[in-house]
């Protein structure tokens, strides 16, 4: 899937469904950047097997139930599953990511607005690095790609001309 089609395909739909205060700029380029290292977009299913699931890589325990239970998100996390036709609770969010992107991509904002800290500005690699490590853990990071990936993400951005300088 290219990173327009995500954008058009995910990202715009589910931030449309979000307050109008979290879809920035950089939210949409750490969205891209996470989608990227955590699937580059291919893969639903975490690979080998393991236990994660969406273009986003959530884990049922991890980020799903963070989500449905986090004072920030968990309001927004009800009302998009119900927009969704998901049952707001993890077993029956975590399979759905498989096919709903959407859902993966308005839960992925929802688990960055959960941070306690800012986002990182756009062109903070490193800040977006950090925040990527706090939110997703993931348990075998991959920061020899994050640079790259993170560029791609910015690139695209920048050229659907959504308020990047």
Sequence with gaps: MT??????????????????????????????????????FLHRRQLGNGPARGLWQFERGGGVRGVLTHPASREHAYRICGIRGVEAVAAAVY???????????????????TDAWRLPAVGDVQGAWNMYIRTWRPGRPHPETWAGLYAQAVTEVRGAHVGVA
């Excluded at 931030?15 to 949409?28: I, Q």
């Excluded at 380029?29 to 699937?39: K, R």
């Excluded at 308005?106 to 960055?112: K, Q, S, T």
Aim: charge should be negative.
């Design 95 to 113: 399979p759905a990511l498989e096919a709903d992107d959407v859902l993966g991509a308005a839960l992925a904002r929802l688990l960055m607005w």
């Design 3 to 40: 990173l327009k089609e995500v954008i058009a395909g995910a990202i715009n739909p589910a931030l449309a469904l979000l307050p109008a205060k979290m879809d920035t700029a950089a939210a949409r380029v750490q969205l891209l950047a996470i989608g990227l290292q955590e699937s580059r």
